[in-house]
């Protein structure tokens, strides 16, 4: 992803990994096979392996610099972190040397939001010291929905799979640390920079809306994961806690983000990851950056 701006804030990206990933039916369970193949074949080349059958998924953390603050937006699945599974046990280090080729450094981090809290997004909210899970940015508040946190509170003492260890080794440290904010969904940092509730994939998902001098932006978590879905918005993941809801919470945003100016920031695209909505018959296109 090319770094870009909304305003006065820029936008820059951490991959911790791209490249094929899952293949479209198992990814939206719903999906019709011969349908999305067809979509797919019609859209940019870096969205869908066509001979391999596998979407192209990126795994990354937005950085996001306003005039007052360094933000990161959703953690990926960071390091040492037990029982992610085989696929997820990638190498970490191209996400480390990523942070650094950003120029900072983990004390300059001033919040961190995490649009929801599976596997994927709250990773590298900690790192293992000394056999301990400390917050891995020491003077950032991170910034949790109280309702998100609370489900993988109770789905963990539940002893449920997921979440196994995320809540666990992810979450309850930096709530334990002090630096957690468990806030409502609509929370608003500022005048420029605020949630809002779009539940479905998990119960409290939420995006992230920046707006600056005039421009706006969403980051829109996993909302969606691919661009298949603006075409297709009621195929869900088989991720998605609620697949009604999630479909519902997704139409809401591409309804009202198409046609205009706003940038969306979809945590899971490929290539320029950033795009406009356009509307499309009756469904949508999504328009990336630069394209
Ligand atoms: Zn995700």
Partial sequence: MNPFTIGDVTVSSIIERQGPWRKPTDMFPTA????????????EHYLYDAVLDLLFTTYQTFVVRTNKHTILIDTCVGEDKPNRGAKLDYPKQPWLDGFAAEGLRFEDIDYVFCTHLHIDHCGWNT???????????????????????????????KGSNPPGDVWSDSCLPIVEAGQALLVDDDYALDDSLWLTPTPGHSPGHVCVNVKSAGKNGIFTGDLMHHALQCIEPDWSSCFCYDTDASA????????????????????????????????????????????
């Fill in 127 to 157: 790192r293992l010291l000394n056999g301990k899970w400390v917050p891995t940015f020491p003077n950032a508040k991170y910034i949790f929905s109280k309702r998100e946190y609370d489900y993988w509170e109770a789905e963990t003492v």
């Fill in 32 to 43: 019709d096979p011969t349908r999305a193949r067809e979509h797919l074949l019609g859209l």
């Fill in 248 to 291: 519902k919470s997704r139409r809401s945003v591409l309804e009202s983000a198409a046609g205009t100016d706003t940038i969306i920031v979809p945590a899971h695209f490929p290539g320029a990851t950033a795009g406009r909505i356009k509307l499309s018959g009756d469904n949508y296109r999504f328009h990336f950056l630069g394209s």
